[in-house]
């Protein structure tokens, strides 16, 4: 069976972290545990109450070192020296099938780096958390995955007094861009360097050990993220807070906050009501991934030339551009490329800009158009003329009609996380019923299977949840 072993972070020099304890809660309660998650890291043989205890510290684990990590990054543009696990803690890692995870616990009390915050997370941030978590990874994008919360009668105060919770999270790394600008700015590149060595022989699947290994290093990230981006614009995800803090160097979806899934399609979409300058609108994120790794590559500095760094950086846009182009092809029930099929693509988007579509409603409704001349949501005059090149494009295609509309179907989420059903959610587990929870969880967990009984899922905001807030307060 498997178990939790100290972290490797934890023989870093000690400038990297600090060693501590965590602080559980008096009255903990089990909200939800991910049971395929645990199956998948091998935990199953361990029971639920187990488990909590675990995470809330009544069982030890002998020769834990759990820390908080001591990191900086750039927070809406801004370089923030002081950031660092202020609420969490890393835990340790497990040995899976799938190599090294870490293990993580989110709200888990004060450290060194929690400034003037109380150290806790809130029940409604948890939960969006681990939603989204899974919501990302039924889409097959790289993300950290959550395996239990633990809820509290313990208050905490955000706009409101609130509960606070614990999120047990999984991920492949918990070492971020800014880990890297820490010591960058705290002019210690001999860190700068054991930092990039600690990921380039804990990640060997990630970073390859030819010559001229930092380079190769950082050549990966910005593919790594320019992928992940490229997979969050094509499902209509967006992320809210791209923090150079908040960004993985193994282009995992990371730290949850106020992210929203795209409904009406609408590219200046800002989910994240506190973000009043519009930063982090859905179509700036691929410039903010670049941004983001330009900042990761300066932090990079002393290991790779200027003009190294220039080179790889301008790989960004063309990965990026045919990683959003393959998935987009996929989405329209193509297996050729074809040269004109971006006007194709940006004529379908406008027509959804233009007359307010669901994005994702719209897509997945598209088989309707490979065989007929109208869809629930294509049916205006510009929008016809728009199906007949569909389907001239599709009659280059030599595979068979079953066929395009397998791949249409596997590639267009009928279900998607919207912000009304986790609202709706989170509102019933804060009066302790956690049913709603465990079907949205089922729901999201088979985007594409549409099964008959979760049907109205698939429905559009309703009106109360227009003006739904979400804000950085977590
Ligand atoms: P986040 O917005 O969750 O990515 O957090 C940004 C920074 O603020 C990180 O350094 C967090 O550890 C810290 N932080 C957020 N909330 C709290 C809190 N309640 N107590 C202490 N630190 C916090
Ligand atoms: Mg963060």
């Known amino acids: 069976m498997a178990s939790i072993k100290p972290h490797a972070y934890a023989e870093l020099p000690e400038e990297f972290y600090n060693l501590q304890n965590w602080q559980g809660f008096d009255?903990?309660?089990?909200v939800i545990e991910n049971a395929p998650l645990k199956q998948e890291l091998g935990f199953e043989k361990i029971e639920q109450q187990e488990l909590l205890d675990i995470f809330n510290g009544l069982s030890s684990?002998?020769?834990?070192k759990p820390l908080s990590m001591a990191y900086a990054g750039h927070q809406f543009g801004q370089y923030v020296e002081q950031l660092g696990d202020g609420r969490g803690l890393l835990l340790g890692e497990i040995e899976s099938s799938e190599g090294l995870i870490d293990i993580h616990l989110k709200g888990?009390?004060?450290?060194?780096y929690s400034r003037f915050g109380d150290g806790r997370a809130v029940l409604r941030s948890v939960i969006r958390e681990y939603l989204c978590g899974e919501a990302i990874n039924a889409l097959s994008i790289p993300t950290s995955r959550a395996l239990m919360i633990i809820g509290s009668d313990e208050m905490v105060i955000r706009e409101k007094s609130e509960t606070a919770a614990m999120l047990a999270r999984t991920a492949k790394t918990h070492v971020r861009f800014g880990n890297f600008e820490y010591f960058h700015y705290n002019n210690?590149?001999?860190?700068?360097?054991v930092l990039a060595d600690f990921c380039i022989n804990n990640y060997p699947s990630y970073f390859s050990r030819t010559k001229n290994i930092y380079e190769e290093f950082f050549k990966s990230v910005v593919e790594q993220t320019a992928c992940m981006i490229a997979q969050w614009q094509a499902c209509g995800f967006s992320h809210g807070v791209m923090n150079t803090d908040n960004m993985s160097i193994l282009g995992e979806t990371f730290?949850?906050?106020p992210y929203g899934f795209m409904e009406d399609y609408f590219p200046s979409y800002i989910c994240n009501h506190s973000d009043h300058q519009g930063r982090y609108a859905f179509k700036n994120q691929p410039y903010i991934g670049l941004w983001n790794c330009s900042a990761l590559g300066h932090a990079l500095s002393s290991l790779i030339s200027e003009e190294s760094q220039g080179e790889i950086l301008k790989t960004y846009e063309s990965i990026f551009q045919n990683k959003l182009a393959e998935l987009y092809r996929k989405k329209l029930g193509f297996t050729k490329l074809r040269n004109d099929d971006a006007l194709l693509i940006q004529g379908l988007l406008d027509i959804m800009e233009s007359e307010k579509l669901d994005y994702t409603n719209t897509f997945r409704n598209l088989t309707q158009a490979v065989t007929e001349v109208k869809?629930?949501?294509?049916?205006?005059d510009v929008a016809m003329s728009w199906i007949k090149s569909f389907q001239e494009r599709h009659s280059k295609e030599s595979i068979s009609i079953p066929e395009k509309l397998l791949l249409m179907n596997a590639n267009n989420p009928k279900y998607i996380l919207r912000n009304y059903m986790a609202q709706e959610a989170i509102e019933a587990a804060e009066n302790s019923d956690f049913s709603a929870l465990e079907t949205?969880?089922?729901?999201?967990?088979?985007?594409y299977d549409g099964l008959k009984k979760f049907e109205h899922f698939s429905n559009r905001s309703p009106d109360w949840a227009k003006d739904l807030e979400i804000s950085c307060s977590s």
């Open 27 to 30: 009255n903990p309660l089990l």
């Open 61 to 64: 684990i002998e020769n834990l």
């Open 108 to 112: 888990a009390g004060k450290t060194p």
């Open 188 to 193: 210690k590149p001999e860190y700068v360097k």
């Open 255 to 257: 730290d949850y906050g």
């Open 375 to 380: 869809t629930n949501e294509l049916d205006s």
């Open 440 to 447: 949205l969880i089922e729901v999201i967990s088979s985007p």
